[in-house]
């Protein structure tokens, strides 16, 4: 998903199309240096670990579920992205909203685990990109 985003960047004649990607890369980089340590500190069993009334739709990428990491990571690539093309803002909020839905419906995560997930991958994506792209 995210190589033909990145081939996106270049085709839509987005603004420093290189910076874009720097800031995406670092910003998810960095995300998950921070991800694994929460995941692993806050230990929150999955939804379907604790309710066995719901089922996995289907495999799990690490134990917990606090934060999203889906989440995470397709918030630090979609922030400068949207800092470069603010036109981008309504498709980035929609593919963020349907991936956090997916992730509920999965029985995956709760809600606090996706706004976790994209209020990290923000909280860092946001300084990467005013630092790294052209105003």
């Not at 739709?57 to 934060?67: G, I, N």
Request: glycine content about 4%.
């Amino acid at each position: 998903m995210y190589l033909p985003l990145a081939a996106a960047i270049f085709f839509a004649q987005i603004r420093h199309p290189v910076a874009v990607l720097q800031a995406a890369l670092l910003s998810t980089l960095i995300g998950h240096l921070f991800y694994r340590a929460l995941k692993q500190r806050v230990a929150r069993m999955r939804p379907f670990d604790r309710d066995p009334a719901l089922q996995s739709l289907s495999k799990v990428l690490d134990k917990y579920s606090f934060p999203s990491g889906h989440c995470m990571t397709l918030t630090t690539a979609l922030v400068p992205i949207a800092h470069a093309a603010p036109a981008t803002v309504p498709l980035a909020v929609g593919a963020l909203a349907l991936l956090a839905l997916c992730r509920l419906i999965a029985a995956h995560h709760y809600p606090s685990d996706v706004l976790a997930g994209i209020g990290l991958g923000a909280a860092i994506a946001l300084p990467v990109s005013a630092w790294l792209m052209p105003a």
